[in-house]
């Protein structure tokens, strides 16, 4: 039978070993810690590695699924031959000015209807039932009234951009804090004082939130204005190796699309968090 003094003992070595298990566990999280940035490029990689041994393996045909050196020589000689720079500008050129014009206007819709409430009942319900509309049936309407010139890809890319700003905005700015708009009330603030001082930094994350998914879909707009008539751009290069049954300018086109995209989100990111930190200030 065990005394007291061998009980306290075996308790302090107990509580000993615990800690010197977690501690170790802490130890070995900071040694395997990897950087926040990198973390997002495991399953990617990871994927390719094993997309790369399958394809070598022959598990993948050639013709249908590329090895990924394959669609990266093949990026490598788009670029060599200028058609990379040549169809991925006209994309960014037509992404950028579709998504400021369907932005600005999916502004300023969006701060009229959260702000005015009978603009939001006249306005609201017509601009929800357009918003369910894919984006593959406006083309042929919109090659319609514009055709196949700039004017109608541009317009195309601007309503994907419109309606996440507008949707956003909007319901941010009919939701914010009553509390706030009483305190701006006290202070005796005008409309546009209201506007800029209270309700503006109030729907600001929500608005930035807006913008971003806008740009996404401006994203997936270009694809369809692009392949629908277009004889420039990374839409067009896709069909282009559709109709000469090349796989890898396919896979390298929807690589391009991906990392496009990517990269101007992350400018809108950057700039997003930027605003919120001035907000905070």
Known sequence: ???????????????????????????????????????????????????????RAGVFPPNALPAPTVIAQTILDLARSGELWRHSGITLWRIVVGFVIGAGVGTVVGGLTGYVPIARKLLDPLLQSLRNIP??????????????????????????????????????????????IEVGKVYRLGGLQMIRRVILPAVLPEYLVGLRSGLGLAWMFVVAAEIMGASRGLGFLMIDGQMTGRASVILASVILFACLGKATDFVLEVVGKRLLRYKTK
């Open 1 to 55: 039978m065990s005394t007291p003094e061998q009980n306290i003992t075996a308790y302090g070595f107990g509580k000993f070993r615990r800690q010197a298990a977690v501690a170790g566990t802490h130890v070995t999280a900071k040694r395997l810690r990897i950087p926040e940035r990198l973390l997002g490029a495991i399953v990617p990689v990871a994927g390719l590695v094993v997309w790369e041994i399958l394809s």
């Open 135 to 180: 984006s593959m049936a406006w083309v042929p309407l919109f090659l319609l009234w514009l055709g196949i010139q700039e004017s109608s890809k541009i317009s195309l890319i601007a309503l994907g951009a419109f309606f996440p700003v507008y949707l956003n905005l909007s319901s941010g700015m009919s939701h914010v804090d009553p509390k706030l």
